[in-house]
């Protein structure tokens, strides 16, 4: 009995030609492409906020138990297995040195599962050029990305390609990869200085024009968000797939651009597409797609002996080291993206007391989960802070930093990143003309002066992506105060630092 995709949930169906009967077993041309994306870490199951009663869901040994139970019915010959890229930096596992660089457990699992091919995600980039470089030559899996080039010419890493060409019941696929072009705003200035991201369409057209001629099915495992998948299709010629990443989405059905298939699964493991297609005279006949989510089954056949004890190796040695109990909270701190937040006011006055300056400065998506109410462990701290970023100080002047205010006032008005969030800073302000005018403005408990200078208390990333954050300010005499700001939130912890700044940094008058 082939898997069952019609009358299932999530469930969506455009067939070209009528797909044989279910008892019938794969056609001549049949496969199975199943998907992942921003796993980001998860290893172990995750809460899934969209089913009823929050389950915990999905991990690596239900994406195994999954490919196991294809691999049964389909014949491994039949499956294949591919990741959207964004495995690392959320949880301490992509922290953990492995095989060489951190984020080398990652691949240990890609491995035993049996993934075809992985592309390169932005936060694979977070720990630094030589870090992923390492990451992708120890990767046993083939690393695609056809838009990331070295300023010198050829692509940027040592054992990246461009694209893979796979055998699958007889089909000969072409795997092409494509990073998403934010990155330059991303990664470091350090890293993006050995790196020139180019447009992935003109790169992924080369790519198809090259493998056309040698392949029956040409599929995009793309980290470049939906959006960006939709221009995608749109721009190329002669592509069938389009497996995305990036921007989180649980699809849930697929979408057609340009003839082009665009799937995504979603995020954290929690969820696998299924792609059932047939393929005749070069192109998709038939095409059958779902969205799983992983919830327990106890029908599906167990994980294998080698993910398990993956599974539970990892989770041993993160126990010992990220499991202890260092706090108690009598109230949740939780983030915001649309205005200040408990945890973003926490964290900004962790940095400005700790640096003794004048303000905290936090991007809201450094944030990167929520502290519940109740015992916080190492790990808890590490998921809200998971990247190196170093606590930074640097100075601006007043009207360096009433420009950073209403830039940010502006940005969030305009939809181009989250709203800063901030500890010193009390605003009053009003909306003249269609633009913030301030009211008033106290920095650090007192007068606000134009001609002052003021230090400011932020993380690295900010500070390289100044331009982006910080209305134009150049930061003067940046200064790495020598921990990362998970440091800092864990020592704040531990030492019971836990109390909150309750006062609106920005209040609007009509």
Known sequence: MLLLFLATQGCAVHTVAPPNPETSGPAAGEILLLHTNDIHGHFLPEEAKWLDGEPEIGGFAAIDEVVNQAE?????????????????????????????????????????????????????????FENIEAMVQASQVPVISSNLHSPDGGLALKGQLSSTIVKAGGVTVGLIGATTTGLDHLASPA?????????????????????????????????????????????????????????????????????????????????????????????????EWRRKDLVADDERPPASADVTALVGKYEQMIEAEFGT?????????????????????????????ATKSDVGLYNAGGIRADFSK?????????????????????????????????????????????????SGIRLTWQERLGSPEVVSFIVNGKA??????????????????????????????????????????????????????????FQKVE
Do not use: C
């Open 374 to 422: 109740g015992p916080i462990t190492r790990g808890d701290v590490f998921q809200v802070f998971p990247f190196s970023n170093a606590v930074v100080q640097f100075e601006v002047t007043g009207s360096e930093l009433l420009g950073i205010v209403l830039d940010n006032l502006n940005n969030n008005k305009d939809g181009k990143h989250g709203v800063m969030q901030t």
């Open 72 to 128: 049964q019915v389909w014949g491994r010959d039949r499956v294949l297995l591919v990741d959207g890229g964004d495995l690392s930096t959320g949880t301490p596992l992509s922290d953990l040195h492995v095989r060489g660089s951190q984020g080398g457990a990652m691949l240990e699992f890609l491995e035993a599962i049996g993934y075809d091919a992985w592309v390169l995600g932005n936060h694979e980039f977070d720990k630094g």
């Open 325 to 353: 109990e260092i706090a108690k909270l009598d109230y949740p701190m939780e983030r915001s993206s649309a205005g200040a937040s408990t945890l973003g006011n926490w964290i900004t006055s962790q940095l400005r007391h």
């Open 191 to 287: 890293t993006m200085a050995r790196i020139v991201v180019k447009d992935p369409i003109e790169t992924v057209q080369a790519e198809i024009d090259r493998l056309d001629p040698l392949t029956d099915l040409l599929v995009v495992v793309s980290h470049i968000g939906l959006p960006a998948d939709r221009a995608l299709a749109q721009g190329v010629v002669g592509l069938d797939v389009i497996v995305g990443g990036h921007s989180h989405t649980r699809l849930e059905q697929f979408e057609i651009v340009n003839d082009v298939y665009i799937l995504q699964a979603g995020s954290y493991g929690r969820s696998i597409g299924e792609a059932r297609l047939q393929v005749k005279d070069d192109a998709i006949a038939a095409f």
């Open 448 to 505: 606000f002066s134009p001609e002052q200078t003021y230090t400011v208390a932020t993380n690295s990333y900010v500070v390289e992506q100044a331009e982006k954050y910080l209305g134009g300010a150049v930061p003067k005499n940046p200064t790495p105060q020598g921990m990362t700001v998970y440091e800092l939130a864990l020592l704040a912890m531990e030492s019971g630092r836990v109390q909150l700044d309750s006062s609106e940094p």
